[in-house]
């Protein structure tokens, strides 16, 4: 499926993808609305964009208590349904890489939509340590595990 | 609701501990932009210029522009401003990093401290919850550690700007450090807060910036992101090797400032060049909030140095004022250097302009020996033992040298009786572009309106760094005055807006103006805008002029009008300021003691 792929090695920690993501959806600048997010542990050298993977065995979805998060049989997507989710927040706990996020007003949970097929996060990142590219769904150990493997350069 | 701005301002009296949180004034906003205008203003409207900087009468206001926190490119700015307490005018530092967007994303345009607290404080804002907390337990302590003890204490995600030692020993030539690694550098800013007994402010916000033309403005932040991507300066120089990628041009046509600008160029520019630095020591780049050029370094001493260390720089600048400056060319010691200076919160270019002044002072034997005694290391140029010593006394305030470092190198070289060996304007040191090679520069040094400075007139930009065809002759003075009131005026634009004055590498003003206008509201033609940008710098020369200062400090010290440059293509230059200078209050529209004309305030709307 066609998901945001983060190269960490290239990026700069200067949260462009944050502020495109969070105007994409919400009409404003607003980190705390954001469906992306860079670590930036500048002082460790460490930093990189993270965003949903849309597991293969998605921890978020098998966690949902009113079955609001789904899967497009189609794109392979996983999306959060609105009108059924509740705010109980397993899924935040759920998954593994907190790359879910929460709707402060909405009171619902939100994750990486990919902007219905044009991701403005990968728009705006002129470093291209983000891409919008066609990879497998990993179940996500598998996927943890490839992050955990040193970059190569 | 405003758009671009949130609309608050909020003000600390710190002597009584009041907490006030009052409507930005919008048409002041209007008027003056944002951040480095729209600070000035308050400071105009709300300080006398003659009260004494480390005084509780000084106030000191951390302003944002529009464009702060919005994704337009570079986009993160905010700026410290105040009376300085290094050149007794108007100060305006301007930094990076992410604390100026969180500051917005909290709900503030701007933060205003008064007064002065009885015992050592910081300020927690966490959106509408604002606190002054005892700091008694990081006083003393540097950035780093400041930061990650109230970190701990506040949020793990908050953003914490503060001062180190150094602002708390008021030493003058202190900056403001935020996010570990971005400086509020220059005219001492650090020693202003210090003085309020401020150690920093700790932000945390969940709120939002909102823009006017949503579409309009992604429109033309995605154009300005491919232009700017495109950009040989913006995309390849600065992204590539950061600011020092200067070094090795500048050493080459004999403009690097070396041994407290006794020479243009330096035997041992390239073991500390950009390239150098990329090779060695540059472990990834950094990017400030919404940085599409990414000019930061994260480095780390490698190899068998004497210094070990890691941490953000050097910028070319650093470079120069702790390098070829004091004669040295050890690359790693040039890094330690600045860790240091940013741990201890100092400005690298005028800590390292004071120490190149020592070292001249020493080596020509006008400081006596009982003042250098107890050194434990030998004051004179090309050693790096001395640039990292002088930076300890000088942040400690240790001894009788270290007392007088810390007061800057106007004071100690007048303190010595040969003010002539310092190398700057308005008691604020030079930037790494020596003006006899490159004449506007010497009149924008000469003119700023902080004391010497760089960015605030950079006809480098037309001066070398164009195509040879489109440049302005560098030796001539023919046309520098306009040239420099243009790029002030330019200048004052982007300050203002909230962004980095680097993307006008690639960006045009129409650009900026465009973008300023679909965040804002407004409606502003490149005509409105430049002269917005007018209304800045007279406003900050009036406070100036209320200040005290006039003719008489527009000038430069004697070496660079009557001792020429040896080496390089510049041999044999001297700045011929003074027609330069006449010409410029003509085109500025001041009398010839350097106060706007009343026609001029009027024509400005600052009558």
């Known amino acids: ?153 | 609701m405003p758009y671009g701005w949130v609309g608050t301002v909020l003000r600390i009296d710190l002597t009584n501990g009041r907490i006030v949180r009052e409507p930005l004034n919008m048409d002041w906003a209007r008027q003056f932009l944002g951040g480095r205008g729209l600070g000035t203003k308050y400071l105009y409207e709300e300080i006398d210029p003659r009260c004494d900087p480390l005084g509780p009468d000084n106030k000191v206001i951390f302003a944002t522009g529009p464009l702060t926190g919005t994704y337009a490119p570079t986009g993160g700015r905010y700026m410290v401003l105040c009376k300085s307490p290094l050149t007794d005018a108007i100060a305006c530092s301007n930094s990076g990093g992410y604390w100026g967007p969180e500051l917005k994303f909290a709900g503030y345009d701007m933060v205003i401290l008064e007064g002065k607290a009885p015992k050592p404080v910081y300020i927690w804002v966490y959106n509408d919850h604002v606190e002054i907390r005892d700091a008694s337990h990081v006083w003393g302590k540097d950035t780093a550690h400041t930061e990650d003890i109230l970190r701990s204490e506040t949020d793990p995600q908050a953003r914490v700007a503060g001062i180190g030692p150094a602002g708390e020993n008021l030493c003058r030539v202190a900056c403001v450090i935020n996010d570990k690694g971005r400086a509020a550098g220059r005219s001492g800013v650090g020693a202003a807060m210090g003085a309020k007994n401020v150690k920093a402010i700790v932000v945390r916000g969940t709120g939002a910036v909102p823009v006017a033309d949503p579409v309009a403005f992604s429109r033309l932040v995605m154009e300005s992101l491919e232009i700017i991507n495109q950009s040989p300066v913006t995309a390849h120089a600065l992204r590539g090797l950061g600011t020092a990628s200067t070094v090795g041009f500048t050493n080459s046509v004999g403009i690097l400032p070396t041994r407290n600008f006794q020479q243009g160029q330096f035997e041992q520019a390239q073991p500390i060049s950009g390239q150098a630095l990329a090779q060695t020591m540059l472990v990834r780049n950094k990017g400030c909030y919404s940085c599409p050029i990414g000019c930061a370094r994260v480095t780390e001493i490698r190899g068998p140095a004497k210094w070990q260390g890691k941490g953000e720089g050097p910028e070319y600048e650093t470079i120069f004022g702790l390098g070829s400056d004091c004669g040295v060319g050890d690359l790693a010691a040039v890094l330690y250097a600045n860790y240091l200076c940013n741990l201890w919160a100092m400005d690298t270019i005028s800590a390292g302009g004071t120490i190149a002044t020592a070292m001249e002072l020493a080596e020509k034997g006008y400081i006596p020996p009982e003042d250098l005694a107890d050194l434990p290391f030998e004051l004179k140029f090309g050693n790096p033992d001395a640039v990292i010593g002088c930076l300890e006394l000088m942040a400690f305030r240790k001894g009788k040298l270290g007392n007088l470092l810390a007061e800057g190198g106007y004071r100690l070289a007048e303190y010595y009786g040969h003010p002539e060996l310092f190398m700057g304007v308005k008691k604020q040191d030079f930037a790494a572009y020596d003006p006899r090679g490159a004449k506007g520069m010497g009149l924008g040094y000469a003119t700023s309106n902080r004391g010497a400075c760089h960015l605030r007139g950079y006809t480098m930009s037309v001066e070398w760094f164009a195509p040879p065809n489109q440049r302005l002759d560098p030796f001539s003075i023919e046309g520098k005055a306009q040239a420099q009131k243009t790029f002030q005026d330019k200048a004052a634009c982007e300050d203002s807006s909230g962004i980095c004055t680097f993307t006008t590498f690639a960006l045009t003003p129409d650009k900026l103006c465009a973008l300023y206008n679909a965040a804002t509201g407004e409606d502003l033609d490149l005509e409105a805008w430049n002269l917005a940008g007018e209304r800045i710098w007279n406003l900050e020369r009036m406070f100036n002029i209320r200040a005290g200062l006039g003719r008489k400090d527009d000038t430069l010290p004697p070496r660079m009008l009557k001792e020429p440059l040896t080496g390089g293509a510049v041999q044999g230059q001297v700045v011929e300021l003074e027609p330069m200078l006449e010409e410029y209050y003509r085109v500025r529209g001041w009398d010839e003691e350097g106060r706007p004309l009343p026609e001029t305030l009027a024509r400005l709307g600052l009558a």
């Open chain 1, 1 to 153: 499926m066609k998901m945001i792929v983060s190269h960490p090695e290239k990026c700069v920690a200067c949260h462009l993808c944050e502020g495109a993501c969070s105007f994409r959806h919400e009409n404003v600048f607003a980190p705390a609305k954001t469906r992306i997010w860079v670590t930036d542990f500048v002082e460790d050298q460490v930093y990189g964009a993270f965003t949903c993977f849309h597991c293969a065995d998605a921890p978020c979805l098998a966690n949902c208590p009113t079955y609001a998060i789904a899967r497009d049989p189609q794109t392979g997507q996983v999306y959060v349904n609105d009108d059924k989710c509740i705010g109980c927040k397993m899924c935040l706990v759920a998954c593994p890489f907190g790359v879910m996020g929460f709707h402060l007003e909405k009171h619902v949970a939100q994750n990486c939509d990919l902007c219905g097929g044009d991701p403005q996060c990968v728009k705006a990142c002129v470093y291209g340590a983000l891409e919008y590219a066609e990879v497998e769904a990993l179940p996500w150990e598998e996927r943890m595990a490839q992050l955990e493997r040193p970059a190569v350069a």
